[in-house]
């Protein structure tokens, strides 16, 4: 029950946010600020939890962080889910991914994510790294042949679908450059981590 009194303030708190044009420029949205979020802890990096169970709905701070993406940044997308399956590992699966849609080949689009990904993993007052993605819970982000996994700092690294034999012949959307995949942690995923809590605080 007390995660989904924490959801539905968090949705609340986005919602009520300004969504920015198409054309609009990048600019932080509603979010907790510095001080709310300094109230708790912060996160360690998250370490890779795969998916082991199925679920038929996201879970509640997936929703929410693909809602405040949107809301603040532009695009569209949000939580999605994917029909289980025996043959392969998705966080799609249970209800731990979001595919924001963006286009790679948008120069605004670009501007999007790129101000988010600074916004993510930009230290702290204090010098923490990543310290917004920590405390979003984001395990790791796939953009335009890029990946930034939390196990290794965030560091950008090139990527390639395993189902892809090359860039060239692999579609836009393996190679995620008509949407940006982010995976979350356990507790980010059910809202737990410190930025849904501050987002919900107020």
Request: proline share 8%.
């Amino acid at each position: 029950m007390r995660l989904l009194l924490v959801a539905a303030a968090v949705l609340a708190a986005l919602i009520a946010g300004p969504t920015p044009s198409s054309d609009a420029a990048p600019a932080p949205g509603p979010g907790p600020s510095a001080d709310a979020l300094a109230a708790y802890p912060l996160e360690p990096f998250a370490t890779y939890q795969p998916q082991t169970t199925c679920t038929k709905r996201p879970k509640p701070g997936t929703v929410a962080l693909g809602t405040w993406l949107v809301a603040t940044y532009g695009g569209g997308g949000g939580a999605v889910n994917r029909a289980c399956s025996k043959t392969s590992t998705s966080e799609h699966q249970d209800g731990r991914a979001i595919d924001w849609t963006l286009s790679a080949a948008d120069p605004a689009d670009r501007a999007r994510a790129q101000s988010f990904l600074d916004a993510a993993f930009a230290p702290d007052a204090s010098g923490e790294p990543a310290a917004l993605a920590r405390r979003m819970g984001l395990m790791y982000v796939i953009w335009a042949d890029r990946m930034y996994a939390a196990w290794n700092g965030f560091a950008p690294e090139p990527y390639l679908s395993s189902s892809c034999r090359s860039r060239k012949k692999c579609s836009v959307t393996l190679r995620h450059r008509d949407h940006v995949h982010l995976s979350l942690s356990r507790p980010g995923a059910r809202g737990q981590t410190s930025f849904y809590l501050a987002l919900a605080a107020g």
